[in-house]
C-alpha cells in the first residue's frame, strides 16, 4: 500500500517516524479492500493534488495530525464535505479532539519525523512555519513574510521543514537573521506551545495544534494559491472559524468530513464505511454534468 510503500514519495516518507504505523496499515488496507468489495469506481491514490471534473475519478487519503483525511481531488467537494459534517444535525460528539491534540503536543507525541533534535529553544512571541523547498517559494507570501520581520523583529523563530534545502534556508537567514531560523530538524513543537501567535500555511498541521493550544493563528499563504494547499479543506475553517475549537470537535465526529483516527476512535471502520456511501452519493448526482476532455 502506497501509505506504507518507501518506494512512495521515498523522500518524504524516509523521514517518517510513523510510515510503517500498524495502524495506517490497517486503515489503507481496509480502505482498499472496501472500494474494491463495493464496486466503486474511483480510483485511490495517496497524497495527492489536483482538480477533476464533480464526476470525480480520484480519492485521495494522506496523514493529518496521526490520523487520516479523504477527500476526492474535486475542489468544491473537499470543502463541502467539512460544511456538510459542521452542519450535519445527527452527529455525536463523541470524542474530544480538541484535548486529545492539546495532550500530544504537551506529552511531546506530536513529531511525525524521525531523528528530531530535542533541544528545547526559549520560546519567543511569534513563531513562523514553513513548508518544505518545493511549496515555499511559490506558494508562500514573501511580503507576509517582511511583515512579520518587521513587527517582531528578533522576537520570532521561523522553522523551516525537514524537507527544506540548504540553499532556500540560506534564503530564509538572510531575510530574518541566522540566529532567528532554527535547525530543520529542531523540534516544532516544543517552541509551538509557548509562543503567543503561529504564522502557518493551509498546508500545515501546526494550524490545528495551535487553535487546541489556544494560540492566536495566521495564514502565510498566497491568497491565490490556498485553494491548493494540502490541508485547506481543513486549516481554512481553522483560521476563520469564530469559535475553531468547537468546529473540530463537531467536524472531525462526523464521518462526512472524511477525518479517521483509529488511534483514539474504535468505530472508525464505520466512519470509513458511511463516508464512502456519502461522498459516492454526491458524486453519483453529477453524472454526465460535466464531461472530462477527451484527450487524443
Known amino acids: ?50 482538480t477533476e471534473v464533480p464526476y470525480f475519478d480520484t480519492l485521495q487519503y494522506t496523514e493529518f495530525a496521526g490520523g487520516i483525511t479523504m477527500h476526492p481531488i474535486q475542489t468544491e467537494f473537499r470543502h463541502q464535505q467539512m460544511i456538510d ?3 450535519s444535525k445527527d452527529t455525536e460528539v463523541k470524542i ?5 491534540f492539546k495532550k500530544k503536543v504537551l506529552q511531546n ?7 528530531i533534535n530535542q533541544h528545547q529553544h526559549k520560546a519567543k512571541q511569534a513563531l513562523i512555519v514553513l513548508p518544505g523547498s518545493n511549496k515555499l517559494k511559490d506558494r ?14 528578533d522576537n520570532v523563530w521561523v522553522k523551516p521543514h525537514p ?33 503567543e ?32 494547499g494540502s490541508f485547506y479543506h481543513i486549516n481554512k475553517f481553522l483560521f476563520y472559524e469564530e469559535n475553531p475549537k468547537q468546529w473540530i470537535n463537531k467536524t472531525f465526529n462526523d464521518y462526512r468530513s472524511g477525518m479517521v483516527f483509529p ?12 463516508y464512502l456511501e456519502y461522498i459516492e452519493d454526491r458524486r453519483q448526482k453529477f453524472w454526465k454534468v460535466f464531461l472530462k476532455e477527451n484527450k487524443k
Open 1 to 50: 500500500m502506497e501509505m506504507n510503500d518507501p518506494k512512495v514519495n521515498e523522500r518524504k516518507l524516509q523521514f517518517m517516524a510513523k510510515s510503517s504505523n500498524l495502524q495506517t496499515k490497517e486503515f489503507e488496507e481496509y480502505l482498499h479492500n472496501k472500494v474494491a468489495n463495493m464496486g466503486y469506481s474511483f480510483k485511490l491514490m495517496y497524497d495527492v493534488m489536483g
Open 85 to 87: 459534517a459542521y452542519y
Open 96 to 100: 474530544d479532539f480538541v484535548t486529545h
Open 109 to 115: 507525541k506530536s513529531n511525525k519525523y524521525m531523528n
Open 140 to 153: 508562500m507570501s514573501f511580503e507576509k513574510l517582511k511583515y512579520i520581520k518587521k513587527l517582531f523583529g
Open 163 to 195: 524537507l527544506t534545502t540548504f540553499s532556500v534556508i540560506g534564503i530564509v537567514q538572510d531575510m530574518f537573521g541566522e540566529r532567528n531560523v532554527m535547525q530543520r530538524q529542531a523540534d516544532l513543537y516544543s517552541v509551538l506551545k509557548d509562543s
Open 197 to 228: 501567535i503561529i504564522y502557518t500555511s493551509m498546508l500545515s498541521e501546526s494550524a490545528l495544534y495551535g487553535v487546541c493550544l489556544d494560540k492566536k493563528i495566521e495564514p502565510i499563504d498566497l491568497y491565490g494559491k490556498i485553494q491548493i
Open 263 to 274: 488511534e483514539i476512535d474504535p468505530d472508525w471502520k464505520t466512519k470509513v464505511d458511511k
